[in-house]
């Protein structure tokens, strides 16, 4: 289910289709790793979600900490909410707590060297 082009992923399955698929593609991806009763991460929710809508080459994925236990310690993730971003399914950077400002910076600034890296990858043949 999507919010904005914030894919949630509530199924340990759902989740390593969703990686993959961004790992096949190419693509990186932000994830926030939330939870029901975390008020911060209500109000940080939607700040998530436009970025999505401002950054579609990137891959936004939701996961909620007590409904995919294993996945958010598969991540390290101690506190919600936790946004990691993953490159070729490596954790290339995080913004811990509802940090607007670091948030959007982080995404853009990833945003932009995913481009600058992509504009400079030889073409194949």
Not at 15 to 26: G, V
């Amino acid at each position: 289910m999507a919010e904005g082009n914030v894919f949630a992923c509530h199924s340990t399955e759902g989740w390593r289709s969703k990686l993959q698929e961004a790992i096949d593609t190419k693509r990186l991806v932000a994830v926030d790793f939330t939870a029901t009763w975390c008020g911060p991460c209500r109000v940080i929710g939607p700040v998530f979600v436009e970025l999505s809508k401002k950054f579609p080459e990137i891959f936004f994925l939701k996961v909620d900490v007590d409904e995919l236990r294993d996945v958010a310690q598969e991540w390290d993730v101690e506190a919600m909410p936790t946004f990691i971003f993953i490159k070729d399914g490596k954790a290339v950077d995080k913004v811990v707590g509802a940090k607007k400002d670091d948030l959007e910076r982080k995404v853009a600034a990833l945003a932009a060297a995913a481009t600058t890296t992509e504009a400079t990858l030889p073409a194949q043949a």
